[in-house]
RNA sequence: CGGGGCGUAGCGCAGCCUGGUAGCGCACCUGGUUCGGGACCAGGGGGUCGGAGGUUCAAAUCCUCUCGCCCCGACCA
């Protein structure tokens, strides 16, 4: 039996991505433990470690969210249809997904109300009476929520009837303001994606066959999965002066003109855990990045006699000690694993590195260092760990970006045609395919009719699409996406 | 929502064709020995076979309906 038959027989073993990548990822989600299946069809329970992922993208995002002046709010969950249906778009694109509420109590309500789906609604009548002159704008609100869409295919984070996610939602005096708010979003978040998370993506404009419903113009953020496939891991969007009409909300400019406000708004989700999982995982496990990692590493204890056992617990409470405060440290002091155990079982859930803490170590009053990206093993003295380990993390976190950014880069390919589009996904090759676009919607729906790609975006940064620039058109990125 | 597949112990599966009172591996519990890449021995606990109905002396097994999940497509963060 060859090795990957014999460890066949672990429970924890996961299906090999090359194998079938959506069981690698169905396996890898639950075995980590980061997310399992609930009573409720199409929603999902997020376990500790996953939801200490996404307590620490919180953290960080939320931040910058303050950084560029956006203050928390919370809105309410249900929303009256009355509101809801003021935006024709809006509520066309949502009415398939939204579930309703019919009853409080034991009475049948007169008015349903939506469990909301996003919440430009409830916000757009609120904005409405909270703003009256030039002197209240802009407004600059964000709301971390969960919110609901009746979805009919669920994947664990990537598409789940709840999902957790931060809408920001902005009304400014002037279309221009608003517009430089949607991309210094947009650059927030891919800022906080490629450094947090270290998941390099493609920045860049909806098509207007892929944009929000109700939005004037969607920006995105595009990252590439390990089997080829795009994933939307964030949006921004130019509301323009949509729902400030139907919701009409007006201020008095300086002239005393009555005036709509010009709005926008801008979210990521629990689906950046998909995200960060089928961008780092590999045939072991998850991969995580330190900067978001619930357990930035691991101690594992290892003893043969009982007096190798109370030197190194207290080898293991200096340690501990030493690196109070400054890494996320997790100590295995049990029992009834051994070593390699931990060792598989660490890696399976993506601790970027693993202390190994032995008689031989104590001795030399050091530890076993061994990264998880590249599984590169260095011994460190106890006296430099707290400046090492920190400088360690930060080189994992540094590789991971590098080898995404790498994969990601030898899976774009620039063609000189629809058909060559075409062609190329229906020759099975996946990654994203930049092509010049004559911004027809024709040139867009024959991709997706015949190769099954959709227009990802137009980006903005065309350093590396030099050759695709031309004045009568538009460089646009196609792909396969989640 | 269309096509395909699967529901048997916590997980992975066998048993179903050819009905006869449910089994294996891992996990779990107890005791002991172990521990530098998934330890070993001994003993033990756990299942209305997804659900409902039917056929039969007898159903995990045959029939009907139903629910759920997975994969591939159409729609979405």
């Not at 113009?217 to 390990?226: G, H, S, V, W």
């Not at 009409?248 to 995200?275: C, F, K, M, N, P």
Request: hydrophobic share 40%; net charge negative.
């Amino acid at each position: 039996m060859s090795e990957s038959q014999t460890r066949k027989q672990f429970v924890e073993d996961l299906t090999d991505q090359s194998d079938d990548f959506s069981r690698w990822y169905n396996e890898v989600v639950r075995k980590a433990q980061l997310a399992d299946y609930s009573p409720v069809r199409g929603s999902m329970v997020i376990r500790p470690y996953g939801y200490g992922l996404w307590e620490n993208m919180q953290r960080l995002l939320d931040r910058r969210i303050k950084e560029t002046g956006h203050q928390n709010a919370y809105f309410p969950l249900l929303i009256p249809e009355s509101l809801l249906q003021l935006e024709a778009d809006h509520v066309e694109g949502f009415a398939p997904e939204c579930a309703w509420v019919t009853e409080g109590g034991r009475e049948k309500l007169e008015e349903r109300f939506a469990i909301r789906p996003t919440s430009e609604a409830i916000i757009g009548h609120m904005y409405s009476r909270w703003i009256e002159s030039y002197r209240d704008l802009p407004v600059l609100i964000n709301q971390w929520a969960n919110v609901m869409r009746w979805e009919k295919v669920t994947r664990l984070f990537l598409r789940t009837s709840e999902f957790l996610w931060q809408e920001g939602h902005t009304a400014h005096a002037t279309q221009a303001e608003a517009r430089e708010e949607v991309l210094r979003m947009l650059e927030v978040y891919r800022d906080f994606v490629e450094n947090e998370l270290a998941i390099p993506v493609y920045a860049g404009q909806k098509s207007d066959a892929e944009r929000f419903a109700g939005a004037q113009d969607t920006f995105t953020i595009e990252a590439l999965m390990k089997d080829g496939k795009a994933l939307q891991a964030g949006t921004s969007h130019d509301l323009g002066q949509h729902f400030a009409k139907v919701f009409d909300i007006t201020y008095q400019d300086e002239s005393g003109q009555r005036q709509h406000v010009w709005q926008t708004s801008w979210g990521v989700s629990t689906r950046l855990i998909g995200a960060l999982v089928m961008t780092h995982g590999d045939d072991q496990g998850l991969r995580l990045p330190p900067q978001v990692a619930p357990i930035q590493a691991v101690v594992v204890p290892i003893w043969r006699k009982a007096e190798d056992r109370s030197a190194v617990t207290e080898f293991v409470a200096k340690l501990r000690e030493t690196l109070a405060g400054k890494v996320r440290l997790h100590v295995d002091d049990r029992d009834q694993h051994s070593p390699g155990w931990k060792y598989n079982e660490y890696e399976m859930r993506g601790v970027p590195v693993r202390l190994e803490v032995g008689p031989k170590d104590v001795a030399q009053q050091a530890i076993m260092s061994v990264r998880r990206d590249t599984r590169g093993k260095e011994s460190i003295p106890l006296a430099s760990i707290a400046e090492r380990l920190p400088a360690l993390l930060s080189e994992v976190q540094a590789s991971l970006l590098q080898q995404a950014r790498d994969f990601r880069d030898a899976q774009t390919v620039l063609l000189d045609s629809k058909e060559a589009v075409i062609a190329h996904f229906n020759e099975g090759k996946r990654g994203f395919a930049a092509v010049a676009w004559d911004g027809s919607a024709a040139f867009e729906a024959e991709i997706k009719e015949k190769a099954g790609a959709t227009l990802r975006c137009m980006p903005s940064d065309l350093s590396r699409f030099g050759s695709l620039v031309r004045p009568e058109s538009r460089v646009a990125l196609f792909a396969r996406a989640y």
